[in-house]
């Protein structure tokens, strides 16, 4: 059974940080991608960043320049790091894992919050 287990979020102020991470609980055997993916109320959940098989990394517009995804590979984790956020980053953040056999694999979500 495969669990992707997110922790690190919270409330912080405009302008602060934060660190997100995902870790995966048994084996997904072939992984193409991981990303993270955002849903504030009302709106659709979208993807904020992704980092692939190779390393290479994509990122929404609206957070370009200011988070970085990264993985240890060894403790198969991602991190999302968080810099200079802002009131428009609240949303719950959802960490993905894409199968090449079994398709998508998704966490619980975590709750960012940033307020002024």
């Known amino acids: 059974q495969v669990q992707l287990v997110e922790s690190g979020g919270g409330l912080v102020q405009a302008g602060g940080s934060l660190r997100l991470s995902c870790a995966v609980s048994g084996t997904i055997f072939r992984i193409s991608s991981r990303a993270w993916y955002r849903q504030a109320p009302g709106k659709a959940r979208e993807l904020v960043a992704r980092i692939t098989s190779r390393g290479t990394t994509n990122y929404a517009d609206s957070v370009k320049g200011r988070f970085t995804i990264s993985r240890d590979i060894g403790k198969n984790i991602v991190y999302l790091q968080m810099n200079g956020l802002k009131l428009e980053d609240t949303a719950v953040y959802y960490c993905?894992?894409?199968?090449?056999?079994?398709?998508?694999?998704w966490g619980q979500g975590t709750q960012v919050t940033v307020s002024s």
């Open positions: 993905n894992a894409v199968d090449i056999t079994y398709g998508d694999y």
